[in-house]
């Protein structure tokens, strides 16, 4: 019996493989913003769509009568949808059946003055509150329980029972609703209890910073309006 023999034999056939170049988006710092608005219909601004390749096209690789051709384009959408007008809606305080009688008298239809929740002024004249415990009253800078101690809020408009107030936010004043307005100018309350950007300087008055004067292309009295917590009491 004949004993098997095992041998090399040179290949007849050979594979090329060429490498195919690795995929990487291109970073781009890209930063996003709003005009300021009192109207809380803002969108984050639109991202130009275009074909946006993701590298430069490698060669062709052939593998076994297979042919890679990875040049891909992907296309970038646009943003149509923000969650700023709603952070910025829920700012904006709505209380539904709040009486009349118990609305301060110094709170015009117009709206754009600065407020409070008193739970000590009755208005209507009765002996209790009837809903909130409380009446809403324009704030005023010659005694501190009239605001200076209190949360603040600009009055909107109190309509068929519902009070809308502005916590904080963007808001477009009527023109006697705001003294000196000045953009990026801070805003105070004036001895008059109006917003001003010069605060009251009269001894025993107290003094809050309320935001700032917004500035903007339409000739709109616009403030950002935000009350500070603390305040201050001249001597």
């Given at each position: 019996m004949s004993i098997p023999s095992i041998s090399v034999i040179p290949p007849k056939h050979k594979i090329e493989i060429s490498t195919v170049s690795g995929y990487a988006f291109t970073q781009e710092n890209?930063?996003?913003g709003f005009t300021p608005s009192p109207y809380n219909d803002v969108l984050i601004a639109d991202i130009e769509?275009?074909?946006f390749p993701i590298s430069e096209t490698p060669e062709v690789a052939t593998l076994g009568g297979l042919v890679l051709q990875p040049d891909i384009n992907v296309i970038v959408g646009?943003?149509?949808n923000s969650i700023i007008?709603?952070?910025l809606n829920s700012f904006v305080y709505t209380f539904n059946n709040f009486p009349e009688e118990e609305v301060g008298s110094g709170l015009v239809a117009e709206g754009g003055q600065v407020c409070f929740f008193d739970p000590v002024t009755i208005l209507g004249g009765t002996n209790t509150f009837t809903v909130y415990n409380c009446s809403v009253n324009t704030a005023?800078?010659?005694a501190l329980d009239k605001g200076a101690r209190s949360q603040l809020f600009i009055f909107m408009h109190h309509i068929d029972g519902t009070l809308t107030v502005l916590h904080k936010?963007?808001?477009d004043l009527r023109p006697s609703a705001i003294v000196n307005w000045s953009p990026g100018k801070t805003i105070y309350l004036n001895s008059d209890n109006v917003l001003d950007t010069s605060p009251t300087a009269t001894?025993?008055?107290?003094v809050r910073s309320l935001g700032f004067c917004v500035p903007n292309t339409e000739d709109r009295k616009r403030?950002?309006?935000?009350a500070d917590s603390t305040y201050l009491r001249i001597i």
């Amino acid at each position: 019996m004949s004993i098997p023999s095992i041998s090399v034999i040179p290949p007849k056939h050979k594979i090329e493989i060429s490498t195919v170049s690795g995929y990487a988006f291109t970073q781009e710092n890209l930063a996003y913003g709003f005009t300021p608005s009192p109207y809380n219909d803002v969108l984050i601004a639109d991202i130009e769509v275009e074909p946006f390749p993701i590298s430069e096209t490698p060669e062709v690789a052939t593998l076994g009568g297979l042919v890679l051709q990875p040049d891909i384009n992907v296309i970038v959408g646009t943003q149509t949808n923000s969650i700023i007008q709603q952070l910025l809606n829920s700012f904006v305080y709505t209380f539904n059946n709040f009486p009349e009688e118990e609305v301060g008298s110094g709170l015009v239809a117009e709206g754009g003055q600065v407020c409070f929740f008193d739970p000590v002024t009755i208005l209507g004249g009765t002996n209790t509150f009837t809903v909130y415990n409380c009446s809403v009253n324009t704030a005023t800078v010659q005694a501190l329980d009239k605001g200076a101690r209190s949360q603040l809020f600009i009055f909107m408009h109190h309509i068929d029972g519902t009070l809308t107030v502005l916590h904080k936010g963007y808001i477009d004043l009527r023109p006697s609703a705001i003294v000196n307005w000045s953009p990026g100018k801070t805003i105070y309350l004036n001895s008059d209890n109006v917003l001003d950007t010069s605060p009251t300087a009269t001894s025993g008055h107290w003094v809050r910073s309320l935001g700032f004067c917004v500035p903007n292309t339409e000739d709109r009295k616009r403030i950002w309006f935000e009350a500070d917590s603390t305040y201050l009491r001249i001597i």
